[in-house]
C-alpha cells in the first residue's frame, strides 16, 4: 500500500514537548528582556525650570545668568544637571535664553558686554547676540532653551533646542 510513517507515539510527544518548551522559553526570555532593558529606552518627560525674575533683565542689549538645577533620570541612573543660560527680554518683550554650552567641545561661553558677543575661551569661538557662530571652530549656533511664563513667573525647558526650533537638527 504505501510507506509506512516513522513517527510514532514517542516521537511525537517527544516532539511536542520540544515545541512546548521553546515556545514558554522564548515568550520568559522575551518578557524578562523587556523586563531588565525596557525603563533604558523610554524617553524623559521635558522639564520646565522656574527663573528668578532678577535674572531676566529688561535691557535688550545685555544678558543675565540664570543656573539650571534638575534631575534627570536614563534607565536606573538618576543625577543631578547643572546647565548656564543668558537670558534677556528683547524689546518686543520676549524672553530668549540661550545655553551657554560651546557647540564646538561642550566649553562654558560668556558674554561679553562691551564687544556684544559671546566668547568661548577654549578655542575662541565667537557667536553674535542671537547665538549664530561669527568666527572660530563651532558648527552650528548655541542652542536655545525654549521659555514660558506662567503668573508673572518665567520657566526654562530643561531640554534645549537648536537656533530656529527645529528639533531634528542634531549636533
Request: charge should be neutral; aromatic fraction near 8%.
Amino acid at each position: 500500500m504505501g510507506k509506512e510513517s516513522k513517527v510514532n507515539r514517542r516521537k511525537f510527544l517527544e516532539v511536542g514537548i520540544f515545541a512546548i518548551t521553546g515556545s514558554i522559553a522564548a515568550v520568559s526570555s522575551a518578557a524578562l528582556t523587556r523586563f531588565a532593558i525596557g525603563p533604558s529606552f523610554k524617553k524623559e518627560k521635558l522639564k520646565w525650570i522656574e527663573v528668578d525674575l532678577e535674572d531676566v533683565l529688561d535691557d535688550s542689549s545685555s544678558f543675565g545668568r540664570a543656573v539650571l538645577q534638575y534631575q534627570t533620570k536614563h534607565g536606573w541612573l538618576a543625577r543631578r544637571e547643572k546647565a548656564l543660560a543668558y537670558i534677556r527680554r528683547t524689546e518686543e518683550g520676549e524672553i530668549i535664553a540661550i545655553n551657554a554650552t560651546c557647540t564646538h567641545l561642550g566649553c562654558i561661553v560668556s558674554w561679553d558686554d562691551d564687544a556684544q558677543i559671546f566668547k568661548c575661551p577654549c578655542h575662541d569661538g565667537r557667536y553674535d547676540a542671537d547665538g549664530k557662530v561669527i568666527s572660530g571652530p563651532p558648527p552650528a549656533p548655541l542652542r536655545r532653551h525654549n521659555t514660558k511664563i506662567e503668573d508673572g513667573k518665567v520657566f526654562l525647558a530643561s531640554e534645549t533646542v537648536p537656533y530656529g526650533g527645529d528639533k531634528s537638527e542634531s549636533i
